[in-house]
């Protein structure tokens, strides 16, 4: 063997062996960071609140005020979920399926929520809505509610979540194309037709992880809630409101209790959110192999 080839071979080795050292550094890293950012939290949250045993555990999640807060973060999020659902829907269908004057500033809307504080939406909401606002005056001659009620948690959540479905779906309808849509609308399929047998069987799994991604933002959305619910306890504080609450009153069981809660409905979503990326990686690597 020439001491050109020897050289070679000695160079490759010691570049494996520095890809090697780096390659565990940075995975050593990553469970520092993991461990010190995320799981550290979890755990003390979870030893925090069975610190006085599972009797306060469950006496703080059963107490009338923290089921009232469950009860309303779940209806917030049963009703602006479907509510983005449907938009999220539309939006990408028109965003990726046609050309059409204004496209840009509809995808650039549809980032705004990124971009803006959703405590100044939830002040928003209150200059329009409130009682001294734009609409103020109208809405309590017809007796009319939003601010400080669920019409405005409603809206705060719509709000901060109207991205998600629609970011998820606009680079997967503009990756698959037309091409299925016209061929099915050559054979005679009407626009419901061609959506329900032929974009929809395409987008699921993309949508089921732009509603999963969505629930878990709805569930923990606290800026713009916190504005327009006026904390009024048992009434219009959602789980993150109480939580807070619970905290300032130096009750820190309870506070870590009811965090718990919202531990488990996040980790649901986790798990939901892993099994819907799965899903859409085995498409993708389909499609790729065919």
């Not at 000695?10 to 550094?25: D, E, K, L, M, P």
């Not at 979870?46 to 703080?60: H, I, M, P, R, Y």
């Not at 829907?89 to 050309?99: D, G, I, L, P, Q």
């Not at 409101?241 to 300032?248: A, G, Q």
């Amino acid at each position: 063997m020439s001491s050109t080839s020897l050289g070679a071979s000695a160079a490759a080795n010691a570049a494996r062996r520095g890809n090697a050292t780096s390659r565990r550094v940075l995975i050593t890293l990553g469970w520092i960071v993991f461990a010190l950012f995320l799981l550290l939290p979890l755990v003390i949250v979870v030893s925090q609140a069975l610190k006085n045993g599972f009797g306060t555990f469950f006496e703080a999640i059963f107490e009338a005020d923290a089921l009232s807060a469950l009860k309303l973060t779940l209806l917030a999020v049963v009703i602006s979920v479907p509510l983005n659902l449907v938009f999220g829907v539309s939006a990408a269908w028109c965003v990726s399926k046609y050309n059409f004057r204004g496209k840009s500033v509809l995808v650039t809307l549809i980032d705004l929520p990124f971009s803006v504080s959703p405590v100044i939406a939830g002040l928003v909401y209150v200059l329009m809505f409130g009682a001294q606002g734009l609409f103020g005056p109208w809405l309590q001659d017809h007796d009319i509610q939003i601010v400080f009620a669920l019409p405005g948690i409603v809206l705060a959540t719509i709000f901060v979540t109207v991205p998600f479905v629609a970011r998820e779906l606009i680079p997967l309808m503009q990756e698959q194309g037309t091409q299925e849509e016209e061929a099915a609308r050559l054979l005679g399929a009407n626009g419901w037709q061609m959506f329900w047998h032929v974009t929809l069987p395409n987008i699921k799994w993309g949508l089921i992880y732009g509603v999963v991604l969505c629930t878990a933002r709805a569930m923990g959305e606290f800026g713009a809630v916190s504005v327009v619910s006026g904390h009024i306890r048992g009434v219009t504080n959602t789980l993150p409101l109480h939580v807070e609450i619970l905290y300032n009153e130096y009750n820190h069981v309870a506070a870590f209790s009811v965090a718990s809660l919202l531990l488990i409905l996040a980790l649901f979503i986790l798990l939901l959110k892993q099994w819907s990326e799965n899903r859409i990686n085995r498409l993708r690597h389909s499609a790729a192999e065919e």
